[in-house]
């Protein structure tokens, strides 16, 4: 494994992986939301909701899977996941013909689990929270001689995570900015890499549910912060900052803006009636702040920003949840109205 993320580990990753290149869609609808009085903005969606597995993580998990040697590959392979990482790894190491031990906490949706069982991989649940998780994974680790493919803090999926913008910088020429949703950190490392080496005048922002908020806090105090509770609609984006992406957010990231629970549904619900994208609650994080957050918004002005690339990260949502989520916010807004 390199343990150095560069642009270069990132141009290999993605001549490496056989992934979609997905496609990058707009929505005056949305941009007139995000603009200011006075500035038009333009919001560019990378819909990674397209990707293999209906997430960016088959990026990352193709590359780690593609790096292992056959001797270790035939041993198998494990990791942690609430489930966008988990499917990943589980189709990744299928293709290989690598075995693939799946964590999942027993709270991840149902519709994640089945996915990662279609795969073939065998899923081991336990409680929701990150230590559960990571003790969990490492006695697989030692009972099955599996190699651990972490989530977020593996050089190797962070590389194939930064080939999201390559291909985005590919695909819209232009762009001021970036807005990357935010919970391991591995996309948000990969991307702000390729993204700053390839035009270093772009500025990246992550976007995070107020309600798991230790990216804000790590990256606005200065000091690597933790979650006591990891509860928030945006189940993709419940795990702390991990130690790789805090060794790189403050060179990279420009700044981290957070969003509420309430928000982040009614913008999922915006973009499934308007751009009829059936995103995850993680995916409209991202859009959330460029909509509601006010703190963005004065950045947008200060800087003159108009042109920014939003990714829209997974798609794996429970439909049925999802709608009784809509169901319950219109019920809690027209009683308080």
Known sequence: MSSEIT???????????????????????ISQLASLEEQPIDLFFKCELFQKTGSFKFRGASNAIALLSHETAASGVVTHSSGNHAQALALAAKTKGTPAYIVMPRTAPTIKKAAVIGYGAQVIECEPTQIAREEAAQKVVLEKGATLIHPFNDPNVIAGQGTIAVELLSQVKDLDALIIPVGGGGMLTGCSIAAKSLCPSLRIFAAE?????DCYRSFKNKHQETNEKAISVADGLLTNLGDIAYSNIHQYVDDVFTVSEKQIINTMELVWERMKLCIEPSAAVGVAVAIHNKEFKDTLKRLHIQRI???????????????ALFEQYRYEEGKSA
Not at 12 to 29: C, D, F, G, W
Not at 209 to 213: I, K, L, M, R, T
Not at 309 to 323: M, S, Y
């Open 7 to 29: 642009l270069d580990t990132i141009i290999e990753a993605a001549q490496r992986i056989k992934v979609h290149k997905t496609p990058v869609l707009t929505n005056k609808t």
């Open 209 to 213: 549910p107020e309600a798991v908020n």
């Open 309 to 323: 690339g939003v990714i829209l990260c997974g798609g794996n949502v429970d439909v049925l949840q999802a709608t």
